[in-house]
């Protein structure tokens, strides 16, 4: 907060308490729920009750608003079918509905590419390939009736295909990495990241996720690291502010593993140029 903003934000794990007097807003923790803590969408398919489950690491939260959940209405839902209609005509009918839910979906899904996990029987989720919008972003699919399953019941499963998620984008991150370095086009110094951040160089920031360190700018504008933190002139978490000026400059961030960055001294930036 400040004397102009204050903003509450609900955060799917536990932080530090502290207390920060600073110059900008602190906002490692929220970094933190965008980029360390793999958000995703989890698409329960039913004709009774279609759901959809917004994930950030191991917490799912139900959407539940104008859109979902979301009931097939008409003949096989909410009315019978016709006397002389046959499996065909069934499955025409979901095919339309799952047409409406990815519809929907594409409401959610329009602002960031996120990871989609689909649930439930084989055969709808069949028909939800089929007809979907968005298949290049389903990571995984789970079979069963989801009609009743709560956010934590559900979690167990969806988080094992997340997790392959995040390997697979780190493997990503670090060879665009030995591909950066091989162009030398990649710095590995939290004092050249942070030059070349505010340069606007910075094309894709790899960071050990509990990599932080304080640093002050000198009268001369110079940026040093410190060993204590407090005070305005300190920033508390030099990696959180390098952190913001990447995104503010257009690049990508990649948070790791700690010690997947051991040569590179926990923190390395590829550029543009």
Same mark, same amino acid.
């Given at each position: @907060? ?5 903003? *509450? #934000? #609900? ?25 360390? /803590? ?21 917490? *799912? ?10 009931? @097939? ?12 209609? !046959?499996?065909?005509?069934?499955? !025409? ?17 329009? +602002? ?24 290049? /972003? ?39 990495? !030995? +591909? /950066?370095?091989?162009?030398? *086009?990649?710095?590995?110094?939290? =004092?050249? /990241? ?13 960071? =050990?996720?509990? #990599? ?28 959180? =502010? ?6 503010? @400059? ?20 590829? *550029?543009?140029?």
């Amino acid at each position: @907060m400040s004397h102009d903003f204050a903003k *509450l #934000y #609900y955060l799917p794990f536990t932080i530090p308490a502290r207390v920060v007097i600073d110059q900008t807003f602190a906002t490692r923790d929220l970094v933190y729920g965008m980029h360390r /803590a793999q958000r995703y969408w989890v698409l329960l398919l039913s004709q009774a009750s279609t759901r959809l489950l917004a994930g950030t690491g191991e917490t *799912l939260e139900e959407v539940e608003d104008k859109n979902f959940p979301m009931q @097939m209405t008409g003949p096989g839902g909410t009315t019978a079918l016709p006397f002389d209609s !046959d499996s065909s005509y069934l499955d !025409d009918r979901h095919r339309r509905f799952f047409q409406q839910v990815d519809s929907a979906f594409t409401e959610y899904a329009q +602002d960031e590419a996120l990871p989609l996990i689909v649930g439930g029987v084989v055969r709808q989720v069949s028909f939800f390939q089929e007809v979907s919008q968005h298949t290049s /972003a389903i990571a995984g699919t789970i079979s069963s009736n989801f009609d009743k399953v709560t956010p934590s019941e559900l979690s167990p499963q969806t988080w094992e295909i997340v997790q392959t998620v995040r390997q697979e984008q780190q493997a990503g991150a670090l060879q665009a990495l !030995d +591909d /950066a370095i091989s162009a030398q *086009l990649v710095v590995s110094t939290i =004092e050249e /990241a942070w030059q070349m951040a505010q340069e606007g160089r910075g094309k894709l920031l790899l960071v =050990e996720k509990n #990599y932080h360190v304080p640093a002050i700018l000198t009268e001369n504008g110079k940026f040093e690291l410190v060993e204590a933190v407090g005070g305005t002139e300190v920033m508390d978490d030099a990696v959180d =502010e390098i952190i913001e000026a990447v995104l503010a @400059m257009g690049g990508d961030i990649a948070i790791v593993d700690d010690g997947a960055l051991a040569d590179h001294r926990h923190i390395a930036l590829t *550029l543009r140029y």
